[in-house]
């Protein structure tokens, strides 16, 4: 049987019927397969790194200096240990008005730093490992402040107040993470240097760190032991890490990136899955004949079924292993097109993602391709003179209930997210019923426009759309599915661009200040009045440490942005008039006039007005009374009212605002924003020399980087949906070349009785158009709902419809069936009538 098979495979080859359903099995595990070996590498990339991310066996992280005898309590135990501080400052290089400054992320580190891996420094070429760190009076930086500041070995910097010489440039932290970006470049120093710089002020927003490393079993006890009395004393902001949890915001984030390329690839993967079952069931109908001749000729049904499903299944390992090879190809493309998101120095592909590929390969052949196949055994022998054909058995139907649980479960195993797979499912198949149902009406409503022209190539086009309902449908769907993916990353994709920058206004300031001490604050907001007179608002660290009677901490909360709020300080503000862009959306702002009528400024009220945002995050309602810790300072205030916030205006904002009397005895800062022009870029330099505690925060170049990022991760998604056009191409293709020998016997029917070869043509033509025409107004509408569902629930900004997306999708709907269906279509008419109703 396997030599039949075998022979049948060849035959079928020659005559080119396996080559399209090769062509469409690649498409779809190519774009898997690239996904999955990309994917792959950089999850083989962390646990490679899992030993570094931390720089120690166990790291314990706070907000505030961590209690020292934690410390003697690890060295008694025979621990190594090492602390480093992390926060952001501001460096300086140059004198004059030739100073430059940057933001950095300042990285003081004891002399034990690391407690495993190595720091890696530039040397020429080559990056080597080395065990010391920066000495007392020196600084090692990235090569990216090298080049911000115009710096060169052996010059200086100013950190505050010390003047470093910068000795080493860092190729590579072990605990900075693996090769993600960071926005602010590193400048690392002797923790020694820290008293005299004089950067740590009241308000300075610090990480502390203490590094452990020892003996596994040892490390997970004192693990225990730390976290019970983190539990057990209610301390906030205290966090313990290990090698064991490894650094989890990072493997959610790849998670997320994972599952989010995983479904543009299965977008892919969905339509070649189409164009399988559309090529399949085609093979299916040029087959009926050759089955009956092997019924006549002896072979049973069973052993027809065995012949053509060995027949696919070489055609499937063939296909899969050829589509593994694209996506091998193809995740190199990813790699360089997401150079700075990504680390180079990723391990080599394992061989996982091959055999998922080929497994996916053989799920969607088994799938999609079986029911046609099915149907092929229950052709009878009398098919030979009686050109009839049985209605599907209960096999067959059973086969495409298959094909459709396969197509679920292909989609739970790419996503590993029940939920997400269902309801990507659930979506995928709404889309297509909704299509779908358009497309009959469309084609319903076509019998009316027959008679709008007097033209024998229209008639004869409405009459073939009308004739083959079915098919029509198809190519509409197919080619709607395709060209939405198109238009959403061109037409709706600049749409969305271009409002996001409507909503940011051109005055909307693009330098943050902070760290602005009491004594400070006068003399700077004098030099900022040219800058548009900018306001200062206070800014005041403090902790929520309860609601209403319940005390608050890490585990009150099950969602992980709720825990993230609590477990640190928030930038609390006090002032009594609401700021500008502050909208009140329930309650009422605070009037400290009213809060106690008998005029006891110790009797007054303390109110809160919380951002709407926040409020549903924590669950907090007006009424709630909120506890916070300021520097030890319990402050208590209700909540009053709920504000909603113009996050896009780049303005000074804060979560909670308290009325000033309640916050009066609170140690604060002062914060400000200004827009700074380009012709007076000295100014901020001119201001760190004289105030070197400041923080300034270049929040224009903050969004370049953004812009660059988001930039990167659409070229590499539109590389994605490069393989989406094409399964859509692929089933455009399918549906016309299966209804090709129809065609062809219609087309030599109506030229047996007079029609003209150019009239037919024309019929064509104009069938192409009306498909196409109807895809691409399809394929707009549902790009531009896509595009206003992004602006309104993920952009949160106005949508304005844009007419081009209609017109660009008419035009090139029209554009892609007309070329389509003229290389599906182009050989109906040029074969002779005769022969064609002879074969027929």
């Given at each position: 049987?396997?030599?039949?098979?075998?022979s049948?495979?060849?035959?079928?080859?020659?005559?080119?019927?396996?080559?399209?359903?090769?062509?469409?099995?690649?498409?779809?595990?190519?774009?898997?397969?690239?996904?999955?070996?990309f994917?792959?590498?950089?999850?083989?990339?962390?646990?490679?790194d899992?030993?570094?991310?931390?720089?120690?066996?166990?790291?314990v992280?706070?907000?505030?200096?961590i209690?020292?005898e934690?410390?003697?309590?690890?060295?008694?135990?025979?621990?190594?240990?090492?602390?480093?501080?992390?926060?952001?400052s501001?460096?300086?290089?140059?004198?004059?008005?030739?100073?430059i400054?940057?933001?950095?992320?300042?990285?003081?580190?004891?002399?034990?730093y690391?407690?495993?891996g190595?720091?890696?420094?530039?040397?020429?070429?080559?990056?080597?490992?080395?065990?010391?760190?920066?000495?007392?009076?020196?600084?090692?930086?990235?090569?990216?402040?090298?080049?911000?500041?115009?710096?060169?070995?052996?010059?200086?910097i100013?950190?505050?107040e010390?003047?470093?010489?910068?000795?080493?440039?860092?190729?590579?932290?072990?605990?900075?993470?693996?090769?993600?970006?960071?926005?602010?470049?590193?400048?690392?120093?002797?923790?020694?240097?820290?008293?005299?710089?004089?950067?740590?002020?009241?308000?300075s927003?610090?990480?502390?760190?203490?590094?452990?490393?020892?003996?596994?079993?040892?490390?997970?006890?004192?693990?225990?032991?730390?976290?019970?009395?983190?539990?057990?004393?209610?301390?906030?902001?205290?966090?313990?890490?290990?090698?064991?949890?490894?650094?989890?915001?990072?493997?959610?984030?790849?998670?997320?990136?994972?599952?989010?390329?995983?479904?543009?690839?299965?977008?892919?993967?969905?339509?070649?899955?189409?164009?399988?079952?559309?090529?399949a069931?085609?093979?299916?109908?040029?087959?009926?004949?050759?089955?009956?001749?092997?019924?006549c000729?002896g072979?049973?049904?069973?052993?027809?079924?065995?012949?053509?499903?060995?027949?696919?299944?070489?055609?499937?390992?063939?296909?899969?292993?050829?589509?593994?090879?694209l996506?091998?190809?193809?995740?190199?493309?990813?790699?360089?097109?997401?150079?700075?998101?990504?680390?180079?120095?990723?391990?080599p592909?394992?061989?996982?993602?091959a055999?998922?590929?080929?497994?996916?390969?053989?799920?969607l052949l088994?799938g999609?391709?079986?029911?046609?196949?099915l149907?092929?055994?229950?052709?009878?022998?009398n098919?030979?003179?009686?050109?009839?054909?049985?209605?599907?058995?209960?096999?067959?139907?059973?086969?495409?209930?298959?094909?459709?649980?396969?197509?679920?479960?292909?989609?739970?195993?790419?996503?590993?997210?029940?939920?997400?797979?269902?309801?990507?499912?659930a979506?995928?198949?709404?889309?297509?019923?909704?299509?779908?149902?358009?497309?009959?009406l469309?084609?319903s409503?076509?019998k009316?426009?027959?008679?709008?022209?007097?033209?024998?190539?229209?008639?004869?086009?409405i009459?073939?759309?009308?004739?083959?309902?079915?098919?029509?449908?198809?190519?509409?769907?197919s080619?709607?599915?395709?060209?939405?993916?198109?238009?959403?990353?061109?037409v709706?994709?600049?749409?969305?661009?271009?409002?996001?920058?409507?909503?940011?206004?051109?005055?909307?300031?693009?330098?943050f200040?902070?760290?602005?001490?009491?004594?400070?604050?006068n003399?700077?907001?004098?030099r900022?009045?040219?800058?548009?007179?900018?306001?200062?608002?206070?800014?005041?660290?403090?902790?929520?440490?309860?609601?209403?009677d319940?005390?608050?901490?890490?585990?009150?909360?099950?969602?992980?942005?709720?825990k993230?709020?609590?477990?640190?300080?928030?930038?609390l503000?006090?002032m009594?008039?609401?700021?500008?862009?502050?909208?009140?959306?329930?309650?009422?702002?605070?009037?400290?006039?009213?809060?106690?009528?008998?005029?006891?400024?110790?009797?007054?009220?303390?109110?809160?007005?919380?951002?709407?945002?926040?409020?549903?995050t924590?669950?907090?309602?007006?009424?709630d009374?909120l506890?916070?810790?300021?520097?030890?300072?319990?402050?208590?205030?209700?909540?009053?009212?709920?504000?909603?916030?113009?996050?896009?205006?780049?303005?000074?904002?804060f979560?909670?605002?308290?009325?000033?009397?309640?916050?009066?005895d609170?140690?604060?800062?002062?914060?400000?924003?200004?827009?700074?022009?380009?012709?007076?870029?000295?100014?901020v330099?001119?201001?760190m020399?004289?105030?070197?505690?400041l923080?300034?925060?270049d929040?224009?170049?903050?969004?370049?980087?953004?812009?660059?990022?988001?930039?990167?991760v659409?070229?590499?998604?539109?590389?994605?949906?490069?393989?989406?056009?094409?399964?859509?191409?692929?089933?455009?293709?399918?549906?016309?070349?299966g209804?090709?020998?129809?065609?062809?016997?219609?087309?030599?029917l109506?030229?047996?009785?007079?029609?003209?070869?150019?009239?037919?043509s024309?019929?064509?033509?104009?069938?192409?158009?009306?498909?196409?025409?109807?895809?691409g107004?399809?394929a707009?509408?549902?790009?531009?709902?896509?595009?206003?569902?992004?602006?309104?629930?993920?952009?949160?900004?106005?949508?304005?419809?844009?007419?081009?997306?209609?017109?660009?999708?008419?035009?090139?709907?029209?554009?892609c069936?007309?070329?389509?269906?003229?290389?599906?279509?182009?050989?109906?008419?040029?074969?002779?009538?005769?022969?064609?109703l002879?074969?027929?």
């Open positions: 049987m396997f030599r039949l098979s075998f049948m495979t060849m035959r079928d080859w020659r005559a080119g019927e396996l080559r399209f359903l090769l062509i469409a099995l690649m498409v779809a595990v190519g774009s898997l397969a690239s996904v999955g070996f994917t792959d590498r950089m999850r083989s990339g962390l646990n490679r899992a030993h570094q991310l931390l720089g120690a066996d166990l790291l992280g706070a907000d505030q200096p209690n020292p934690w410390r003697v309590e690890a060295e008694k135990r025979g621990f190594k240990i090492a602390e480093t501080l992390v926060f952001p501001m460096a300086l290089a140059g004198k004059g008005d030739d100073a400054s940057k933001l950095v992320s300042l990285k003081a580190v004891s002399n034990d690391p407690l495993r190595n720091l890696k420094l530039n040397k020429g070429e080559a990056e080597v490992a080395t065990s010391e760190v920066p000495q007392s009076g020196t600084a090692w930086v990235d090569p990216a402040l090298m080049s911000a500041l115009n710096l060169k070995l052996g010059d200086k100013k950190l505050g010390l003047q470093l010489t910068v000795t080493q440039t860092i190729a590579s932290e072990p605990d900075r993470g693996a090769g993600f970006m960071n926005f602010a470049p590193r400048a690392m120093i002797s923790l020694k240097d820290i008293p005299a710089s004089n950067l740590i002020q009241n308000g927003r610090v990480t502390y760190r203490l590094l452990i490393a020892g003996e596994s079993k040892a490390i997970a006890s004192y693990q225990k032991e730390l976290q019970g009395r983190i539990e057990t004393e209610k301390l906030k902001g205290v966090r313990l890490e290990s090698l064991e949890s490894g650094r989890p915001e990072m493997r959610a984030t790849l998670d997320r990136a994972d599952q989010f390329l995983s479904l543009v690839s299965l977008l892919s993967a969905m339509l070649a899955a189409v164009a399988i079952a559309m090529a069931r085609r093979f299916m109908l040029r087959h009926l004949d050759a089955c009956a001749m092997l019924r000729l072979l049973t049904q069973n052993q027809v079924t065995s012949m053509y499903l060995i027949e696919f299944f070489m055609l499937g390992l063939l296909g899969s292993a050829a589509g593994v090879a996506g091998f190809a193809g995740h190199y493309v990813l790699l360089e097109w997401l150079g700075k998101l990504v680390t180079k120095d990723l391990p592909a394992n061989f996982l993602p055999f998922q590929g080929i497994a996916t390969g053989l799920l088994v999609f391709a079986l029911p046609p196949i149907q092929l055994r229950n052709v009878p022998h098919r030979v003179i009686r050109r009839e054909q049985d209605a599907p058995k209960a096999m067959t139907l059973v086969s495409y209930v298959l094909g459709l649980s396969m197509f679920i479960g292909l989609l739970l195993w790419q996503t590993a997210d029940v939920k997400l797979g269902l309801m990507t499912a979506g995928f198949l709404t889309g297509l019923l909704v299509f779908a149902l358009v497309a009959w469309g084609m409503s076509l009316r426009l027959r008679p709008v022209f007097n033209h024998s190539a229209w008639r004869f086009a009459t073939a759309l009308q004739r083959r309902p079915g098919a029509s449908i198809i190519q509409v769907v080619l709607a599915l395709g060209l939405m993916a198109l238009l959403l990353l061109t709706v994709r600049a749409d969305l661009i271009t409002a996001w920058k409507k909503a940011t206004p051109a005055d909307a300031p693009n330098q200040v902070i760290n602005i001490q009491p004594d400070q604050k003399e700077i907001n004098a900022l009045q040219n800058f548009g007179k900018p306001l200062m608002y206070p800014m005041i660290r403090g902790r929520l440490i309860q609601v209403n319940r005390a608050i901490g890490g585990n009150s909360y099950a969602e992980d942005q709720a993230r709020m609590v477990e640190r300080e928030f930038n503000s006090t009594n008039e609401l700021p500008a862009l502050n909208k009140i959306t329930a309650g009422a702002w605070f009037d400290e006039n009213k809060n106690d009528g008998k005029g006891d400024a110790n009797a007054v009220q303390a109110e809160a007005s919380v951002e709407e945002g926040i409020a549903k924590l669950k907090l309602k007006l009424g009374k506890v916070f810790d300021v520097a030890g300072q319990k402050v208590s205030a209700a909540v009053t009212s709920l504000r909603k916030l113009d996050w896009g205006s780049m303005r000074v904002n979560f909670v605002i308290i009325n000033p009397r309640a916050m009066a609170t140690p604060q800062t002062w914060i400000t924003a200004f827009r700074l022009p380009e012709s007076d870029k000295t100014f330099n001119r201001l020399l004289d105030f070197p505690n923080t300034v925060v929040v224009g170049s903050m969004i370049k980087q953004l812009q660059d990022v988001l930039d990167q659409i070229t590499a998604v539109e590389f994605l949906f490069l393989f989406t056009l094409a399964s859509g191409v692929l089933v455009l293709y399918a549906a016309l070349a209804s090709q020998d129809v065609r062809m016997r219609e087309a030599a109506l030229r047996a009785l007079g029609a003209t070869r150019k009239q037919l024309q019929a064509q033509w104009i069938e192409f158009l009306l498909i196409g025409g109807l895809s107004a399809l707009a509408s549902g790009a531009s709902a896509i595009g206003w569902a992004l602006a309104r629930f993920s952009f949160n900004f106005e949508w304005t419809f844009s007419p081009v997306v209609w017109l660009a999708g008419l035009l090139i709907g029209a554009a069936a007309a070329i389509g269906g003229w290389l599906g279509l182009r050989n109906v008419l040029n074969q002779p009538p005769l022969l064609s002879r074969e027929s």
